[in-house]
């Protein structure tokens, strides 16, 4: 139920992503400011800009996506403290890429 949600939330929101509200998937670290967020909403934001959301530092003068890194650390601590997002997460990409098998990236 949502009220769950809330009180994970409230437990732990350092593992919230600040753009979509969610648990972080794929985490993404900014190199310049170690500001997280899922890796597909910080990729799409940066498609209009070139500064951290939260902090407004200036990422890359022209390549933002250069400056940013996958975290794994973080990713695996939002998979421990969230009991069955890994698996749910899988099952998503599972069946996406089950009707879109062109676009499956070569080292699932
Ligand atoms: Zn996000
Ligand atoms: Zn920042």
Not at 6 to 21: A, E, N, T, Y
Not at 24 to 34: G, M, Q
Not at 77 to 101: A, C, Q, W
């Amino acid at each position: 139920s949502s009220m769950t949600i809330m009180k994970v939330r409230d437990l732990h929101p350092q593992i919230i992503c600040p753009l979509c509200g969610g648990y972080f998937i794929d985490a993404t670290t900014i190199v310049e400011c170690l500001h997280s967020f899922c890796r597909s909403c910080i990729v799409r934001y940066l498609e209009t800009s070139k500064y951290c959301p939260i902090c407004d530092v200036q990422i890359h003068k022209t390549k933002p996506l250069l400056n940013i890194r996958p975290d794994k650390t973080l990713q695996d601590i939002v998979f421990k403290l969230v009991p069955g997002l890994f698996e749910d997460e899988m099952r998503r990409r599972r069946e996406f890429y089950s009707k879109h098998p062109e676009s499956e990236p070569a080292d699932l």
